[in-house]
Nanobody, 126 residues
Framework: EVQLVESGGGLVQPGGSLTLSCVGS????????IGWFRQAPGKAREGVSC???????YYADSVKGRFTVSSDSAPNTVYLQMNSLKPEDTAVYYC????????????????????WGQGTQVTVSS
């Protein structure tokens, strides 16, 4: 059974940092891209970042330069380091398995997700 489990969310002040973790199981982790998307109340789901199976990384314009996705620490784990957080980053963050990640015309794009986790709440507020 494929599972993705996120952790690390919380309440942080504007300008602060958080690191989210995503642990995968039930599949050969290194064979797949792993992405992050977020969902805020009343807003459309937004793909935030992705790391492909070859280690290439991708970012939405809204987080480029502030967020870093990596997978070079614990096995079967992807991290999302979030710096310089803004109130508009407030959302539930999910890790997911997209069909692909890419930049098209300089903009982050991804394929459909086939699995995602339960999400972790990130709240940026003073």
């Amino acid at each position: 059974e494929v599972q993705l489990v996120e952790s690390g969310g919380g309440l942080v002040q504007p300008g602060g940092s958080l690191t989210l973790s995503c642990v995968g199981s039930g599949f050969t982790f290194d064979d797949y891209a792993i992405g992050w998307f977020r969902q805020a109340p009343g807003k459309a789901r937004e793909g935030v970042s992705c790391i492909s199976s070859d280690g290439s990384t991708y970012y939405a314009d809204s987080v480029k330069g502030r967020f870093t996705v990596s997978s070079d620490s614990a096995p079967n784990t992807v991290y999302l380091q979030m710096n310089s957080l803004k109130p508009e980053d407030t959302a539930v963050y999910y890790c997911a398995r997209p069909e692909y990640c890419a930049y098209y015309d300089g903009r982050y794009s991804h394929g459909p997700y086939d699995y995602w986790g339960q999400g972790t709440q990130v709240t940026v507020s003073s």
